[in-house]
Each structure stands twice: as structure tokens, then as C-alpha cells.
């Protein structure tokens, strides 16, 4: 039971670089939907297992096997490996629980005041735009979706390339990528080694609206100025916005650009490998939690006296 549920703490670490490899080799759109979710399955899993750590642990002290209904000793493996498991397991989820509800109240705040600027402004359309000095343009979440952009901004860009800029929110809207950068986000507490993985969502988001702006304005070189010109000029700005909500100004705004401005790539042999072992990683956390799970669930029956041994 204890080695099954140490499979899914260590399968995350293998994620960055996998996740990273398959951002290279598969189309944007594919690449976004098998990392978003492997990493959101790793992340479940990682927390089931610290889970069952604990309740091991606890069903070790007297009064929780009284509360349990023990008639037998849990066998659970030794007391020198799964008593400091189980501590180890309670501040894993102690720091876990701490970081997602700082996390989505900060956001649910940010939000909130995303939101009610924006409702102050007069709309055209699903455009928003506010007076501030700051070049800034964001795609905002809600009913309904909005893009919203500062004078600043429109000072900045030429007509075409506000065009491709709203090309590329209006895509990161239709394509639901605050779903994608929320879950990310909140994976990313549930093990350490997934907090880098967020970074590929957030680098794949982008580049999805960067392929449907391109297609939009029917010119990929003057999306690469529009998206290029408009990161140089937010680099200062300090809107106070969620980070689920996407920004054509966000990510590793050079590749971004070297990857409009080269010629779109044939799919690479390798990706079907590559998201194979994507999903074999999210498999074989799923299989090995629930084996965990199953065989704790078990020796809890037997430690009952419900089953033989």
C-alpha cells in the first residue's frame, strides 16, 4: 500500500520536462489540453496520497483507532516509515490548504475589482476601454467576456495591429484559457514540482491566440509586431488584474514572436510519443493512487475484524 501511494509524489517530477518537450513538439491546441489536464490529474493523485498518508498515521494513535472501531493493529507497513510519512503529509496539506486559499481569495479580489472597473466604462461591442496612461489589455472572464484595453494601449498601436491585438484576446475568450490558467494555478500548490508546468500552460494559452489572431488578420508577421509592440509598451504597467486573466503581453513574448514569424511546422514525429507518455504518467498516478487507496481501505476492514487475515 505505501509504495503504491509514493508513485503518485514522485510521477510530478517527471511533468517540466515532458510538459516542456510536448509545448515543442505538438500544435498549441494539443499541447494545451494533455498538459493542463495531466498536470491537474498529477496534482489530484499527489493529494489523495497525502491523504491516505494521514489517515494511516492517525489510525496509528489509540483514540483514532477507538474512533475507527479497531479490534486488530492497522497493518500498515513500519512505524519508522509511515509515522514520519504522515507527519510529512500533514504540512505537505497544511501548506497546500494555506496556498490555494490565499491564492483564490487574492484572485477572487482582483477579479472583483477587474470587474467592476470595467462595468463603469461604456462597451463597444465586447471591447472596454479605460483611461489610464498605462498601456494595458487583458481578456477578461464573465457574462459576458470582455476585452478590455487602455487608452494607453490604443495610443500605442497602429489600427492593424490593435486589430491583431483584439484578434488575440477575442480568441483567448472564445477559447475558455482562464479555465485553463485557474486550474493550472492551483495545481501548481498541490506539489512543488508542478509550480514550472504553470509556466507551460500559461506559454501554451498564448500561443493558441497567438495561431487563431494570426489566422483572423490573415497576416502572421504583422500579429508578431502587434503582440511584440504591445509587450514592449505594457512592460511598466501595474493593472491590478487576475492572473487567470490572459494578456497577449504575458509569457516569453520572444518566442512567442520567433514562432509567429517562422513558418507554421508540420507535426513532429515524436508527439504522439510525447503525449503518450504524458498520459501514461496521469495513468499510472490514477492507477497507483487508487491501488493505495483500495488496499488502505482494506487492512482497515481487516483491523476491524470485518475480514480474516
Known amino acids: 500500500m505505501a509504495i503504491a501511494l509514493i508513485v503518485p509524489l514522485v510521477l510530478p517530477f517527471a511533468m517540466p520536462a515532458l510538459a516542456r518537450r510536448a509545448l ?4 498549441p491546441a494539443p499541447a494545451l489540453w494533455v498538459v493542463t489536464c495531466s498536470m491537474v490529474v498529477l496534482a489530484c493523485c499527489s493529494l489523495t496520497a497525502l491523504g491516505a498518508f494521514v489517515l494511516t498515521g492517525l489510525l496509528q494513535l489509540p483514540q483514532f ?16 516509515f509511515i509515522v514520519p510519512a504522515a507527519a510529512f503529509s500533514v504540512g505537505a496539506l497544511a501548506v497546500c490548504l494555506w496556498t490555494v486559499v490565499r491564492t483564490v481569495l487574492r484572485q477572487a479580489r482582483a477579479f472583483r475589482a477587474a470587474t467592476t472597473e470595467a462595468d463603469r466604462r461604456a462597451t463597444a461591442g465586447d471591447l ?3 483611461d489610464s496612461p498605462r498601456p494595458d ?4 472572464p464573465g457574462r459576458p467576456h470582455r476585452i478590455v484595453v487602455t487608452t494607453g494601449m490604443l495610443r500605442t498601436l497602429g489600427p492593424d495591429e490593435r ?16 479555465y485553463f490558467l485557474a ?10 514540482a508542478l509550480r514550472s508546468v504553470a509556466g507551460v500552460v500559461r506559454l501554451a494559452v498564448e500561443r493558441v491566440a497567438d495561431e487563431a489572431a494570426a489566422v483572423a488578420v490573415g497576416d502572421r508577421r504583422l500579429t508578431a509586431r502587434a503582440i511584440g509592440r504591445a509587450a514592449l509598451a505594457a ?3 501595474h493593472e491590478e488584474r487576475p492572473s487567470f486573466a490572459p494578456a497577449a503581453t504575458t509569457g516569453p513574448v520572444p518566442q512567442r514572436v520567433a514562432a509567429l514569424l517562422a513558418a507554421p511546422r508540420a507535426p513532429h514525429r515524436a508527439a504522439p510519443w510525447i503525449a503518450a507518455l504524458l498520459l501514461a504518467c496521469a495513468t499510472l498516478s490514477v ?3 487508487a491501488t493505495g487507496v483500495i488496499g488502505f481501505h482494506h487492512e482497515v476492514e481487516i483491523a476491524q475484524g470485518e475480514e480474516g487475515y
Do not use: K, Q, W
Request: overall charge negative; some cysteine; aromatic content about 4%.
Open 65 to 80: 483507532a477507538a474512533l475507527g472501531e479497531l479490534v486488530r493493529p492497522l497493518r500498515a507497513g513500519s512505524d519508522m
Open 137 to 140: 489589455a487583458y481578456a477578461l
Open 24 to 27: 515543442e513538439r505538438l500544435a
Open 163 to 178: 486589430e491583431a491585438l483584439f484578434a488575440h484576446e477575442r480568441a483567448h475568450n472564445a477559447g475558455g484559457h482562464h
Open 183 to 192: 486550474a493550472a494555478e492551483l495545481a501548481a500548490h498541490c506539489h512543488p
Open 287 to 289: 492507477g497507483a493512487s
Open 128 to 130: 472596454c476601454v479605460i
Open 235 to 237: 512592460r511598466t504597467a
